[in-house]
């Protein structure tokens, strides 16, 4: 009795917390990635956000209590073209001057199957915030975790380029975090 319990003394000195599969951490732009698609004139237009925290609390042994966050800096878009850019960032679109964030945080998060959540959040844009669900995969590799992250929102939702026949209403949102 007594060298078994050593046993587990010892274990537990040497690794505190043994089978923890809780991970929080803070990505950074080295580590992650906050991509969209939009469709304007038929051509399938993408960018990025090239300035934005993340936090990712994981508990991989109860997905529900696991939280997500991301605050974007939206002056930071980057669409390739620098003319474009300063156009998404005027009124009619992302209002930069007076919005000058997007934020994104969790308020429900599920696990439907292995290695997949769906989670739900309040993603602010321009001042309105409103519900929105995202699917992630998860993937582990070299003892790194992966959340490979996608939604669609409707950009008149938060009046984000006014009534356009041009341009798609629908965009994609692809997101990678890493820890």
Do not use: C
Not at 83 to 103: A, C, G, S, W
Not at 109 to 119: A, H, T
């Amino acid at each position: 009795m007594k060298l078994s319990f050593l046993v587990v003394l010892w274990f537990w000195i040497i690794n505190p917390q043994p089978g923890d599969t809780h991970a929080k951490w803070e990505g950074t732009q080295e580590e992650s990635s906050i991509k969209f698609n939009i469709r304007n004139l038929g051509i399938n237009v993408e960018g990025v956000f090239d300035s934005f925290t993340t936090e990712v609390d994981y508990n991989k042994n109860q997905p529900s209590s696991s939280r997500f966050s991301a605050k974007i800096q939206v002056n930071s878009i980057n669409t390739g073209i620098n003319k474009r850019d300063n156009h998404l960032r005027q009124e009619e679109f992302f209002h930069v001057e007076k919005y000058p964030t997007i934020t994104f945080q969790s308020t429900e998060v599920s696990s439907p199957g292995s290695n997949q959540l769906k989670v739900k959040g309040d993603l602010t844009i321009k001042g309105k915030t409103l519900p929105i669900e995202l699917d992630v995969t998860i993937s582990e590799s070299g003892g790194k975790i992966a959340f490979t992250i996608s939604g669609e929102l409707d950009r008149r939702d938060f009046g984000v380029g006014g009534s356009s026949w041009t341009m798609s209403d629908d965009v994609y949102l692809d997101l990678y975090v890493e820890n």
